[in-house]
Structure formats: C-alpha cells, structure tokens
C-alpha cells in the first residue's frame, strides 16, 4: 500500500514551521561542537542570517539557513531546524 503525502504551506519542507518565525536579518544561535588539542566543547553560536533556502536531500525538501557567523569569514549553511532567534 502507497502512502501519499500532501504538501501544504505548514509541511512543505523539513523545517517549514520555523520559516514563518524568521526572516533575513534576524540574529540567531545554534548549538555546535568546537574541537581544540585540550578538548570537545559543545557551545552556541550567533551569526546574522543572510537567506532562507530550500534544498534536496534526498527525497525530501529541507530549508537551510545561510549564515554569516560573527567572526566568521565565510557563511555556513545549517538546516532551519537547528537554528533559533536570539533572545540577546
């Protein structure tokens, strides 16, 4: 038996609830392992997000925030589900 699902604006993509709570320019944070000579440390990271996108993977659509970390050189992509508004 085939199970069909139905795409609607809640269920689009992976991580379509959060697209309405965000917008480019917001701040936000996500939780990332740092790894130096002396230890794993897991902390959170802040960055500006530059642009919401929609990817494959797989057979599903996922939305991934682009992400220009502060002091970062270069932006980072990492699913919308992982990422939250900053609260400061």
Same mark, same amino acid.
Not at 36 to 55: C, H, M
Not at 56 to 68: C, E, F, P, T
């Given at each position: 038996?085939? +199970? ?5 604006? /809640?269920?689009?993509?992976?991580? @379509?609830?959060? %697209?309405? !709570?965000?917008?480019p320019g917001d701040i ?9 000579? +002396? ?5 959170? /990271?802040?960055?500006?997000?530059? @642009?919401?996108? %929609?990817? !494959? ?8 925030a682009q992400i220009m970390?502060?002091?970062? +050189? ?15």
């Amino acid at each position: 038996m085939s +199970e069909k699902t139905f795409k609607t604006p /809640k269920n689009r993509a992976f991580g @379509a609830s959060k %697209e309405q !709570k965000m917008t480019p320019g917001d701040i936000v944070e996500w939780k990332s392992w740092e790894i130096s000579l +002396e230890n794993e440390v897991f902390e959170v /990271k802040k960055g500006l997000l530059t @642009a919401i996108l %929609e990817e !494959k993977r797989g057979i599903n659509d996922v939305l991934i925030a682009q992400i220009m970390p502060f002091g970062g +050189e270069k932006q980072v992509k990492i699913p919308l589900i992982s990422v939250k508004k900053s609260q400061k």
